[in-house]
């Protein structure tokens, strides 16, 4: 059974970073397509960015485009989300989800596939 695990969020002001990570057990990640969801108060949770176990293709929301950056660390299964620059609309309860597959050149990132969640960690960013 694979489980995840979150960590990493907290509070902070608009332009400071976090490195939020994943951590999943019980199953190797290398059979998961792997990705970060967040979910604002009173919204649908809504895809930030994926990577694919195979190829390492990665998709991002426009609206994090150039601030975040999702990577993997395949000795220690667990993925990081890189979250630069921080800005009051980021703030929410962000999921890691997984995917079961093996994906080259895209990666799918429509929360509605993805079969995985580990309990999520709160990021608030407030002066």
């Known amino acids: 059974q694979l489980q995840l695990v979150e960590s990493g969020g907290g509070l902070v002001q608009p332009g400071e970073s976090l490195r939020l990570s994943c951590e999943a057990t019980g199953r190797s990640l290398d059979y998961y397509a792997t990705g970060w969801f967040r979910q604002a108060p009173g919204k649908e949770r809504e895809a930030v960015s994926c990577i694919s176990p195979n190829d390492g293709s990665t998709s991002y929301a426009d609206s994090v485009k150039g601030r975040f950056t999702i990577s993997r660390d395949k000795a220690k299964n667990t993925v990081y989300l890189q979250i630069n620059n921080l800005k009051p609309e980021d703030t929410g309860v962000y999921y890691c989800?997984?995917?079961?597959?093996?994906?080259?050149?895209?990666?799918?990132?429509?929360?509605?596939?993805?079969?995985?969640w580990g309990q999520g960690t709160q990021v608030t960013v407030s002066p």
């Open positions: 989800g997984a995917k079961k597959g093996l994906f080259r050149l895209w990666v799918p990132c429509d929360p509605s596939e993805y079969g995985s």
